[in-house]
């Protein structure tokens, strides 16, 4: 019985590519495979691809979004509030917030989410930026749109307690049943939040 | 509203990345904010995996498995009984025919399946080298270890046409229900062939 790879590249290989998030062997071994089979020149692009994120990246000054040059397009703009920022984890959230077109405030990317499981400490983001920008004075209201974790619960308690000092509004992206869910198949725990924090009609 | 990445690295990471297989663009995002986010040499290190195994793989010469070195371990082991061949797509069916352990004998790997779909013909695969193999004398039978698709029907029609001129004998891997199957549950091709292709009690 054979239980290692014939072969140190494609092992190696393998041991990277599994070290993604949410690839296991089996589908490591498969990208390996297709890596192999496709044109060479595909295969070096995509590590080329890597090499260049990994040492020419950007970050926006102001936000901390990843861009290319100075500020990035949304901190540039004049068409958007400066009054307003919204604090989240990472550009995902961002772009699903841009997706929405609801938000014409700017943005502040935290570059992560405070995790003691994970070892990432308030001092690993940029949170010493973000009340820099709150005590600048052009601030009125920060939103937190912060996953309703545990870690983003956490990470918004550290925020609003850093935050309070200032004169600002401080609020959070509203949560509760998804629009188009089924009360039946709410799970408990958000079906209670959404009952405690009832929206009374105006 | 933002239909862009706001960057270029990030942009070409994505693009690169959704390149594989099953990985959308959504995950390519996910994926490549991971590389930014862990430690630096983790992320080249991937990157140079990719390239070694692009630009150093060798295959064995005899049953075109990749390999280090000469002979693959298979194909070196004097354990093995060269008498039977079986016929695989590539290296992952050798290791799940390897890891059952029921089987003693020698592969060949064809390097992919017939597919006018995907644009493979016979002559992109090693079925030469297959055919010289069973000219050679040495083999007695050729087990096609291909899967039931119609690629692995259509390789398989080929391959039996190129071989029944010589005096070996072609057998293929068992089709029906999978062991733990339920009778119910199984879709009716299966189990129409596993009614047709019965075996007598002996």
């Known amino acids: 019985m054979m239980n290692n790879y014939p072969s140190k590249m494609i092992e190696q290989a393998v041991e990277e590519i599994s070290k993604l998030p ?22 070096l692009q995509l590590a080329h691809a890597v090499v260049q994120l990994r040492t020419e990246t950007k970050y926006c000054p102001q936000c901390h979004m990843i861009s290319d040059g100075d500020l990035c397009g949304i901190c540039a703009s004049h068409k958007r509030d400066e009054s307003i920022l919204c604090v989240v984890e990472d550009l995902r959230d961002v772009l699903a917030i841009e997706n929405t077109g609801q938000f014409t405030g700017l943005y502040h990317v935290l570059g992560g989410i405070i995790s003691p499981l994970s070892g990432i400490s308030p001092g690993d983001l940029t949170i010493e930026s973000l009340v820099a920008r709150v ?21 918004a308690f550290y925020l609003t307690k850093k935050l309070k000092e200032f004169p600002v509004k401080l609020s959070t992206i509203a949560r509760g049943i998804p629009i188009g869910g089924d009360l039946e198949y709410t799970d408990e725990i958000t079906l209670g939040r959404s009952i405690v924090g009832r929206v009374t009609y105006e």
């Open 22 to 43: 949410g690839i296991g062997k089996k589908s490591a071994l498969r990208l390996a495979l297709h890596l192999l089979k496709r044109p060479e020149a595909q295969s």
């Open 135 to 155: 005590a600048s004075g052009k601030v009125s209201e920060v939103i937190l749109g912060l996953s309703p974790t545990m870690e983003g619960d956490t990470t």
